[in-house]
Nanobody, 127 residues
Framework: QVQLVESGGGSVQAGGSQRLSCAASGYTYSSYCMGWFRQAPGKEREGVAVMDSDGTTIYADSVKDRFTISKDNAKNTLLLQMNSLKPEDTAMYYC?????????????????????WGQGIQVTVSS
């Protein structure tokens, strides 16, 4: 059974940094596409960053040069380092996984094709 468990959220002031972790279990972690998505109040869930099994990454324009996605394969953990945080980064952040290649095209990832999701973790950035 695939399980994804996020940790590391909380409150931070604008300009600060935070790191999210996603502990994965129940599948061959290294061969999966892994990603982070977020949903702000009143808005649709959107892609933040994904990493394919070969290390290829895709970032949303809004987080490029501020966020970094990475994997610790030894610990089966997906990480999201968030720097220079802005109030508009406030959202519930979700970890997601899809088998084999990332279901993305032209910089857009199809959330419905990620079958596995964590429960989400809140990140709040105050001004």
């Amino acid at each position: 059974q695939v399980q994804l468990v996020e940790s590391g959220g909380g409150s931070v002031q604008a300009g600060g940094s935070q790191r999210l972790s996603c502990a994965a279990s129940g599948y061959t972690y290294s061969s999966y596409c892994m990603g982070w998505f977020r949903q702000a109040p009143g808005k649709e869930r959107e892609g933040v960053a994904v990493m394919d099994s070969d290390g290829t990454t895709i970032y949303a324009d809004s987080v490029k040069d501020r966020f970094t996605i990475s994997k610790d394969n030894a610990k089966n953990t997906l990480l999201l380092q968030m720097n220079s945080l802005k109030p508009e980064d406030t959202a519930m952040y979700y970890c997601a996984a899809a088998p084999l290649a990332c279901p993305c095209s032209g910089g857009y990832c199809y959330q419905n094709d990620f079958p596995y999701w964590g429960q989400g973790i809140q990140v709040t950035v105050s001004s």
